[in-house]
Each structure stands twice: as structure tokens, then as C-alpha cells.
């Protein structure tokens, strides 16, 4: 071991080009795009349900990272169109997770957008799906006598409801349901926007050029 | 000491000994495959690359999709026109607007048209039209769907212009501009209540049925009315989920317009779970019979608009192609000779599928295929679905996508408590 300098510097070199090419490049194109037309910011119920959502880690189990119909079928599942870069343009950090313990939640306030299910399902999930595996969060919610005014109360199945008295939930699970409403992703996507979509749209186009070859043959 | 000692042995290695190497060439393989993986690496990045371009050329056309439904271009081309007839008129009134007797007005030659011109057609066209009507003499009673939703302005002058002047020796045409106009008064009004409404529009248009009087709202309206709304103590609230005018959305199924006896059929099968949804299991274990018949007669009687957009990248044409004519080379039938003309439905057993949201279709079709949906009357999706692949599948829930929506069915297709306890006791015999 006697070319330390050469040895650091190809080091750093190779570091360097790394950064440059995953980090530095993607972030100004990525940076250039600023967020799609369509998508709006947070409202403030929203971003501190943003907030419960983090701190709940629900990232650890859904993703939010619809795929191109090309890698798989989330469309036909409902969970969206695939996403592109600028539709996180208010996201830091990011929710996008690799799990799918349960459903990609992207597009989730397309899908599902009650108020009521949503309560319902975070209280307890087993009162809708006796095979969920997610977690109750009985935590979010408060057992009362009586409904004060401009409580929401949650509604259960006789199952599951309290004997007496009711369910309410506390602003925390109102907020959380908030942002989950808004989580709609249904805009046309801007033309220019940055997504992976795979090689199977290269398939699909190859395969109408030799289509067309054949046709006109 | 030691190692003096030690140096001093020849036969023991030198210890101070350095080993070193001569610099020697790098072996020709070695630069052969350095060279190939930096041509594959360009290679690939030109490939990825054009990936993104093919993407990029596709959200351009859907973005050019979104642009043309609200683009203002005045001049109607007849061209365009008679194209767009074909595609969205002439299932039902033929493709030189001849008309089917008895079920289908004509437009070649009718008085309505000849009367009202391009301006009545376009009103009937954004509106839809229902009930007691008479044309040339004729009397009809049918429904047609209303294309306010699903056409441009642009589209409709177009269409307006080439029946009014194409069809028949009418002379003017109507422009985009006065579509939009026309669409602000009467784009979100119920379709035409037949030809006594009609007459309203016309001037001189000989005489016309009576109206019938839409049923009397029941006693129940107010009940119906918060289940939709804001549902029980125990069951979230229909339009929470189905939309406010039961458009639906995504994957939660459009409701207006479908057949009465259809929807008491899928909402008892729900509950007793002949069909499986965990969601509407909990909706519909809440609903007694009662509730569910009202239910069913208040979204059976609905006229709402087409909430649906294509939107998972199918093949119109193909799709369309499955649709009007099926595809017996896989051994499937036209979409249309069961759901009726232009999907919308023969009740009580066919669901209108037009204007029903595609990510819903594509996944239904997906669960006949797969067995997850069976309680079908014999079978009938099953077979089809399974026939489909997946990409037809996407294009024939895109196309259903683009169709005008379902009207609202007739008070006589309403199901009635009595009727109902034993369509409920057949369907339990089919399982």
C-alpha cells in the first residue's frame, strides 16, 4: 500500500459520480417540475392528518406509489393511474414505502371517501373485514356517555359498539381522515411528468409498429 | 538480536524482503468487456429513455383528450359529424338516422327535426329525451341517454349540424359557441319529459301524447332521503361513497339509472353473501327489505350525469369493437344484444353499464374471470369474462366509459314491496 492518492481520489471520484448521477441530476429534474397541475397543497386539517399519518407509520405497511399499468394492474384494482414525480410536490417527507401489507393508499379518497367508513375502519377494522390484519386504533377515539355537540360519533355494528354510551372521534382521527379524503389523485397527470413506466410499454409499441408492418403487407 | 542472528541463516527468508511486482499489461479481455459494458450502458440509457418518450407520447394524447372536451371551435365540420353520428347516434336510429319502427324515432325526414333544426336537436341531444312522443305520425315511447356529459361542445354542434343539414336539407347549422350557450340554461336539467315538453321547444310541432306525470314521490321520500344522505347509526351514508348523484367513483359502482329489481337482487345477495364485498356486506346486513326496495326505486329513477372517464389506457376502438359487435373469434358477444343499445340496460335483469365507472368493470370482469363474482343469472358474465384478456378488458371498461349515462327507468320498471319478497325468494333458489 504505497498510492494512497490515487487510490482516495478514484474513491471519491467514484462516490462523486454516483451523487451526481442519482442524487444531484434527478433532484434538478425533478426540482424543474414543481408540482402537477391538478394537485393542490395541503390544507391545514390535512397536513396535521399528514402528520398522524407519519407518526402512526402507516408507511410501514401501505404504499403510496401507484405503478404503471405496465407493472401491474393497480388501476383496475382502483388505486389510481401511476403516479409522477410532481404529484409529492408537497410531500416532505415523502410517504412513498415499500410494503403493500395492505392496499397503495394514493388514491384512496377517490376510492373510498366516506367519513363514516374511514371512522369505522380505524376504530376497528375487523367490524368491516373479519380477515383485516391492520391494527385498531382504539386510541384515536374516546368513550363517551353522550355525544356532545359537534362530536362525530362512529358508527358500529352492534358487535362491536360499546354497551352503553357512544364512540367519538378525537381530532386526531379527524384529521387523519381529513387528509386520507384528500389523498385524490384522479387529475390528468401533466405531459412532461417524470415516471418509471417500465418495459412494457416499449413491448406494446414494438408490437403495433410490427402489426401495422404486417397490415400493410 | 534475534532477527541479526535469523539474517544471518541462509536458509531462513530475509525478513526485510519486500515482495514486489512488475507492472504488467492488463490482459485484451479486459478492455474487450470494459468496452461492452459501457456500450450496453449507453445502449440502455437510449432504450430507458425512449421508454419515457412512449409515456410521454401517451399522456400528451390523454392531456389532448382533457384539452378537445372543453376546446371552442366555432365552424361544425360535416365531416366530423357524420363520423361522430356513427359512433355515438347510429346504434340506436341507424346509420342513416332511418330509425327502428316502433323503438326508435327516425331523424332522416322527422318533423321534430325538420321543425326544430339544429337547435332542437342539440337541446335534445344535451338533455336526453324520455316518454310519450310522436314523430311523423308515430308514436314512441322510449329513452334516450343525455350526451351533455360525455360530448364536447365542439362535438355536439357537429352532430346537431349534420342531422339537421346532412340528414335532411335543413340549411343551418349551429356553432360551438352556441352549443356552450345552450349547455349553461339546460346542461344540468332532466332529459325531456317526451313530446308535450317538446312542444314547449317547437313551434308548430302537430300534436303530441300527454306527459306522463312522474310517480308521487312515496311517503318514505324523507326516510330514502337519509339513508342517502347521512345514513343510520350503524350504516354510513350511500352517497358518502356513491357520490351525490350516484355517479360513483373509481371502484365503487355508478347506481343511477340501473334496473330497481337489479339493485334489490344485489343488495339481498350482499346480505347474504351470494356476492362478496366486506364493505357492502356491512351496508347491506344494516338495510331491512323495506329500506332496500326504497333504495333501489330512489337510484333506479335517478338521471345524473356521466361521472366517468376513461382512464386506464385501453384501446378505444378495440373496445367499442367488443362492445356493438363481440368478437366470435374468442368466442364473445356484443356487449349491446344483452346490456340494450349504447349500454343502457334492459331491466329488469340488464344493467345499464354505460357511463359505469371503468376501474368498477374492468374489476367485476376481473372477479367473473377469476369465479370471485358468481351469483349471475346462469352464468352469463362468467363465460364472457373469462374470455377476456386483460387488456381487452381495460378497453371495453374505457369504452363503456365514454358513453352517455343510463337514463332513469321508468315508474313502471319501479320494484313493489309485494313483488320484491318474491324476487327475493327466486334469487335465493338460483344459488
Not at chain 1, 404503471?68 to 389510481?80: L, M, V
Not at chain 1, 373485514?129 to 356517555?145: G, R
Not at chain 1, 359537534?150 to 358500529?156: P, Q, S
Not at chain 2, 352556441?178 to 349547455?183: C, K, L, N, S, T
Amino acid at each position: 500500500m504505497n498510492r494512497y492518492l490515487p487510490l482516495a481520489i478514484t474513491a471519491l471520484a467514484i462516490l462523486a459520480m454516483a451523487t451526481l448521477f442519482l442524487v444531484i441530476a434527478p433532484g434538478m429534474q425533478i426540482g424543474a417540475q414543481g408540482p402537477s397541475p391538478g394537485l393542490n397543497p395541503y390544507t391545514e386539517a390535512e397536513a396535521r392528518g399528514r402528520d398522524v399519518y407519519v407518526s402512526m407509520g402507516c408507511l410501514y405497511c401501505h404504499s403510496q406509489q401507484p405503478r404503471s399499468i405496465a407493472q401491474a394492474p393497480d388501476a383496475e384494482r382502483g388505486w389510481g393511474r401511476a403516479s409522477v414525480a410532481g404529484d409529492y410536490a408537497y410531500d416532505n417527507p415523502h410517504q412513498l414505502g415499500t410494503m403493500r401489507t395492505g392496499p397503495d393508499l394514493m388514491d384512496i379518497g377517490d376510492r373510498l371517501p366516506s367519513q363514516g367508513w374511514q371512522l369505522t375502519h380505524l376504530y376497528q377494522p375487523r367490524a368491516i373485514s373479519s380477515w383485516s390484519i391492520m391494527p385498531a386504533y382504539p386510541y384515536l377515539f374516546e368513550h363517551k356517555d353522550k355525544a356532545d355537540p359537534g362530536d362525530v360519533v362512529v358508527k358500529l355494528p352492534p358487535a362491536y359498539a360499546p354497551k352503553t354510551g357512544v364512540i367519538v372521534a378525537k381530532q386526531d382521527a379527524l384529521d387523519l381522515v381529513t387528509y386520507l379524503q384528500g389523498m385524490k389523485r384522479q387529475y390528468a397527470p401533466p405531459a412532461d411528468g417524470l415516471r418509471d413506466d417500465g418495459y412494457a410499454l416499449i413491448a406494446a409499441e414494438q408490437q403495433k409498429q410490427t402489426d401495422a408492418a404486417k397490415a400493410s403487407n | 538480536m534475534m532477527s541479526d542472528k535469523m539474517k544471518k541463516d541462509p536458509r531462513l527468508p530475509d525478513e526485510t524482503f519486500e515482495p514486489f511486482e512488475e507492472t504488467r499489461r492488463i490482459p485484451l479481455p479486459v478492455y474487450w468487456i470494459a468496452i461492452a459494458l459501457a456500450i450496453w450502458g449507453v445502449f440502455m440509457l437510449v432504450e430507458t429513455s425512449h421508454s419515457t418518450q412512449v409515456a410521454d407520447k401517451a399522456r400528451a394524447q390523454l392531456d389532448k383528450q382533457e384539452q378537445t372536451k372543453t376546446a371552442q371551435v366555432s365552424a361544425p365540420d360535416p365531416a366530423a359529424g357524420k363520423a361522430l353520428f356513427s359512433d355515438n347516434c347510429a346504434t340506436c336510429h341507424g346509420d342513416a338516422g332511418e330509425g327502428v319502427a316502433g323503438a326508435f324515432p327516425p331523424l332522416h325526414g322527422s318533423d321534430v327535426v325538420k321543425l326544430g333544426g339544429a337547435q332542437a336537436v342539440t337541446e335534445i341531444v344535451m338533455r336526453g329525451i324520455g316518454g310519450p312522443l310522436n314523430v311523423n305520425g308515430e308514436s314512441y315511447d322510449g329513452e334516450m341517454p343525455a350526451f351533455g356529459s360525455v360530448l364536447s361542445d365542439k362535438e355536439i354542434s357537429e352532430i346537431a349540424s349534420y342531422v339537421a343539414t346532412g340528414l335532411n336539407d335543413g340549411t343551418k347549422t349551429i356553432s360551438a359557441s352556441e352549443v356552450a350557450d345552450i349547455r349553461k340554461v339546460s346542461g344540468d336539467m332532466d332529459p325531456w319529459n317526451g313530446g308535450a315538453e317538446l312542444a314547449g321547444l317547437i313551434n308548430g310541432l302537430p300534436a303530441q301524447p300527454d306527459a306522463k306525470t312522474p310517480a308521487a314521490k312515496g311517503p318514505d321520500a324523507k326516510l330514502v332521503a337519509q339513508l342517502v344522505n347521512e345514513g343510520t347509526d350503524t350504516v354510513w351514508s350511500c352517497a358518502s361513497c356513491h357520490g351525490e348523484k350516484g355517479e360513483g367513483l373509481e371502484t365503487v359502482p355508478r347506481l343511477a339509472g340501473l334496473p330497481a329489481a337489479y339493485l334489490v337482487k344485489q343488495l339481498h345477495d350482499f346480505q347474504k353473501g351470494a356476492r362478496f364485498n366486506d364493505s357492502m356486506a356491512y351496508v347491506a346486513k344494516g338495510l331491512s327489505d323495506r329500506e332496500i326496495i326504497d333504495l333501489a326505486n330512489y337510484y333506479a329513477g335517478m338521471s345524473s350525469p356521466s361521472g366517468a372517464t376513461p382512464s386506464l389506457q385501453g384501446d378505444l376502438k378495440r373496445g367499442a369493437q367488443l362492445a356493438k359487435e363481440g368478437d366470435w373469434s374468442i368466442g364473445v358477444p356484443a356487449c349491446f344484444t344483452c346490456h340494450g343499445p349504447s349500454g343502457i340496460g334492459v331491466a329488469p335483469e340488464f344493467p345499464g353499464i354505460a357511463a359505469q365507472q371503468p376501474s368498477y368493470v374492468a374489476h367485476q370482469l376481473a372477479m367473473w374471470a377469476g369465479g370471485a363474482r358468481h351469483n349471475s343469472p346462469l352464468g352469463l358474465m362468467a363465460g364472457i369474462s373469462k374470455a377476456l384478456s386483460d387488456a381487452d378488458r381495460r378497453s371495453v371498461a374505457d369504452y363503456l366509459a365514454s358513453l352517455p349515462p343510463v337514463p332513469g327507468s321508468k315508474p313502471a320498471d319501479m320494484v313493489a314491496m309485494t313483488t320484491s319478497a318474491s324476487a327475493a325468494k327466486e334469487s335465493s333458489n338460483d344459488q
